[in-house]
Nanobody
Framework: QVQLVESGGGLVQPGGSLRLSCAAS????????MGWYRQAPEKQRELVAT???????TYADSVKGRFTISRENARNTVSLQMNSLKPEDTAVYYC?????????????WGQGTQVTVSS
């Protein structure tokens, strides 16, 4: 089994910053991708940022230049530094870990952490 635990969410004013962290534990394959997704009320879950095992990074257009994703392989963690936050960034943020093995894609999700941007 694989467990993911997110931390760092909260309430912040527009223009402020937050840092989300996610730690993975359990039976983790040696080569894996990690990422952050978010889901706002009455909207579908969307990609925020991903980082592959080779450190290739993808950002959603809406967060480019404001968010930075990073990972620490030795600790199986992924972080998301969020700057210049906007009200539209309000959502539940989920981290995930994924890998290919034997032709099968394995994906695991954290429980989510609430980020609220409001004055």
């Amino acid at each position: 089994q694989v467990q993911l635990v997110e931390s760092g969410g909260g309430l912040v004013q527009p223009g402020g910053s937050l840092r989300l962290s996610c730690a993975a534990s359990g039976s983790i394959f040696s080569i894996y991708d990690m990422g952050w997704y978010r889901q706002a009320p009455e909207k579908q879950r969307e990609l925020v940022a991903t980082i592959t095992s080779g450190s290739d990074i993808t950002y959603a257009d809406s967060v480019k230049g404001r968010f930075t994703i990073s990972r620490e392989n030795a600790r199986n963690t992924v972080s998301l530094q969020m700057n210049s936050l906007k009200p539209e960034d309000t959502a539940v943020y989920y981290c995930n870990i994924a890998w290919w093995r034997g032709g099968t894609r394995y994906i695991y999700w954290g429980q989510g952490t609430q980020v609220t941007v409001s004055s």
